[in-house]
């Protein structure tokens, strides 16, 4: 259920860029969501679906790329790849350390959209 109010929020930016830019029509939306994210794509469409009726949203298509789980480390200072199956043994690959801090995976944001 978490999906619906960031699905709204999605929602107010595309209309409000698109009322800004005299946009007619949206007809998808690239979206990039972090694997730690927790968000659904399938709910995330349902509920742009059922929002975004009557506005110039109507009908787009949402696009959901995947962001990976990204660390730094602190120790050598490499970024590396986590898999999200193995969050609970990460270690540098370079160094083996054991300090890392989240550079990305958990977040979500508009890449860009299609319009008319």
Not at 54 to 65: C, N, P, Q, R
Not at 95 to 105: A, F, I
Request: aromatic fraction near 6%.
């Amino acid at each position: 259920m978490h999906e619906l109010p960031v699905t709204e929020k999605i929602l107010d930016i595309i209309v409000s860029h698109a009322q800004r830019n005299n946009v007619q029509k949206v007809v998808s939306v690239n979206l990039r969501v972090g694997e730690l994210s927790d968000l659904e794509n399938e709910w995330i469409q349902h509920y742009f679906d059922y929002l975004a009726k009557d506005s110039v949203a109507e009908g787009a298509k949402l696009v959901i790329e995947r962001v990976p789980v990204v660390m730094h480390c602190n120790g050598c200072g490499e970024s590396f790849q986590v898999d999200v199956k193995a969050m609970k043994e990460i270690q540098c690959g370079n160094c083996d350390s054991k300090d890392y801090t989240l550079v990305s995976g958990k977040d979500y944001y508009i890449k860009d959209m299609e319009v008319i």
